[in-house]
T-cell receptor
Framework: GAGVSQSPSNKVTEKGKDVELRCDPI?????LYWYRQSLGQGLEFLIY????????KSGLPSDRFSAERTGGSVSTLTIQRTQQEDSAVYLC????????????FGSGTRLTVV | DQQVKQNSPSLSVQEGRISILNCDYT??????FLWYKKYPAEGPTFLIS?????DKNEDGRFTVFLNKSAKHLSLHIVPSQPGDSAVYFC???????????FGEGTQLTVNP
């Protein structure tokens, strides 16, 4: 597609349930990033995929969070046993190369844990 | 450790006046800086950037200034328009890095 596509756009889940968030990057973009924005906070880095290299998971806040990128394209961010503090907007971005010159964001998934 | 800081959570200006958004950073390895703009329910969109070899970059109504010695950059919007009302994020990257580090954002409101 023309842009970065994320689904669902909104997700309400009960505390303790698992959720999966999907990101479809721009075709041909080798780098893919997940960030999140909690209420009143900035953009917090979560994980970064670049080509076939091992992902940079240094931003994942706990072992309840995991992500994969299949076939170098679509990525899924999984949060297990969700907690209320996981409520945030989860943003995916992609770029042609390392991304240090900027990347294109999707519209995000607003996750609410009740 | 907040390496990129935007100390003003909000800024309100009158239409036609200048908006100045500020950003400070602590990591001296940062050598490329960007500003993103975000409307509600949308992802951030790239606005303007500057390399550390420059101290100013201009694009239409938007100018970014970089003061390396002070580790400070600013975004000037002139004249400000109501459609500029959004959250503005400052971001930074380094040569050896592979991602952007963002500030907390500043909500700009331009009043008609």
């Amino acid at each position: 597609g023309a842009g970065v596509s994320q689904s669902p756009s909104n997700k309400v889940t009960e505390k303790g349930k698992d959720v999966e968030l999907r990101c479809d990057p721009i075709s041909g973009h080798t780098a893919l990033y997940w960030y999140r924005q909690s209420l009143g906070q900035g953009l917090e880095f979560l994980i970064y995929f670049q080509g076939n290299s091992a992902p940079d998971k240094s931003g994942l806040p706990s072992d309840r969070f995991s992500a994969e990128r299949t076939g170098g394209s679509v990525s899924t961010l999984t949060i297990q046993r969700t907690q209320q503090e996981d409520s945030a907007v989860y943003l995916c971005a992609s770029s042609l190369d390392t991304g240090r010159y900027g990347y294109t964001f999707g519209s995000g998934t607003r996750l609410t844990v009740v | 450790d907040q390496q990129v800081k935007q100390n003003s959570p909000s800024l309100s200006v009158q239409e036609g006046r200048i908006s100045i958004l500020n950003c400070d950073y602590t990591n001296s390895m940062f050598d490329y800086f960007l500003w993103y703009k975000k409307y509600p329910a949308e992802g951030p969109t790239f606005l303007i950037s500057i390399s550390s070899i420059k101290d100013k970059n201009e694009d239409g109504r938007f100018t970014v200034f970089l003061n390396k010695s002070a580790k400070h950059l600013s975004l000037h919007i002139v004249p400000s328009q109501p459609g500029d009302s959004a959250v503005y994020f400052c971001a930074a990257s380094q040569t050896s890095g592979s991602r952007l580090t963002f500030g907390e954002g500043t909500q700009l409101t331009v009043n008609p």
